[in-house]
């Protein structure tokens, strides 16, 4: 079963407005992070983000926020004042404390409009 | 923050042939490594878990006899992708983590990109 969905292949977004990438897991581990990365064309992954299954305030990085709603087990990826430096593929993903490793969603491709 | 690197960064074969990737954590002791294949335009699916002195666990429909990952040391593992066919052609990720288990966050190489004629 999937356990990391997100549902947008594609967004597009005029530049610095913000835009709202969707996230949604699965799991029945009591303890994970959450995680979102970035992937521009060179193929490096950028990390962008954390947010720990205790945490009760959402996490901020910058320009990023990450809307978590653990009882819908959502973790959207906000990025405010978007650049045309932010298109790029964006990874949500998911490590639970009862695996080692982490899984990526499907990935969302953003491009940012001038 | 932490520092994983992979070599090479580009790699062309010709079918038949083997070829080693290289991972290393620059500034950190790495007990696991994890490595990962993303084909174009899609996500990156995990192939199998490196643990260091360990045999490494490969995930379902991950061929180990084909995929030979060795992680002699705890700051270098190796990805060997032995006669190699054109289907084998991919971008190659590995990452590592600092802690054992844990949900914290890992580290990624630069990947390498494999084209086999």
């Known amino acids: 079963a999937q356990k990391i969905t997100q549902t947008q292949p594609g967004m597009f977004v005029q530049e610095k407005e913000a835009v709202t990438l969707d996230c949604t897991y699965d799991?029945?581990?009591?303890?994970?992070?959450l995680f979102w990365y970035k992937q521009p064309s060179s193929g490096e992954m950028i990390f962008l983000i954390y947010?720990?299954?205790?945490?009760?305030q959402n996490a901020t990085e910058g320009r990023y926020s990450l809307n978590f709603q653990k009882a819908r087990k959502s973790a959207n990826l906000v990025i405010s004042a978007s650049q045309l430096g932010d298109s790029a593929m964006y990874f949500c993903?998911?490590?639970?404390?009862?695996?080692?490793?982490?899984?990526f969603g499907a990935g969302t491709r953003l491009t940012v409009k001038p | 923050g932490a520092v994983v690197s992979q070599h090479p960064s580009w790699v062309i074969c010709k079918s038949g042939t083997s070829v080693k990737i290289e991972c290393r954590s620059l500034?950190?002791?790495?007990?696991?490594m994890f490595w990962y294949r993303q084909f174009p335009k899609q996500s990156l699916m995990l192939m199998a878990t490196?643990?260091?002195?360990?045999?490494?666990?490969?995930e379902q429909g991950v061929e180990k006899d084909k995929f030979l990952i060795n992680h002699a040391s705890l700051t270098l593992s190796t990805l060997t992708v032995t006669s190699a066919h054109p289907e084998d052609s991919s971008f190659y990720i590995c990452?590592?983590?600092?802690?054992?288990?844990?949900?914290?966050?890992?580290?990624f190489g630069e990947g390498s990109r494999l084209t086999v004629l």
């Open positions: 799991t029945s581990d009591q303890s994970y992070g």
């Open positions: 947010q720990g299954s205790y945490d009760e």
């Open positions: 990452s590592a983590s600092m802690y054992p288990g844990g949900t914290g966050e890992l580290f």
């Open positions: 993903a998911m490590r639970e404390s009862n695996n080692n490793d982490m899984r």
């Open positions: 490196s643990n260091e002195g360990s045999k490494a666990t490969y």
């Open positions: 500034d950190f002791q790495a007990t696991t």
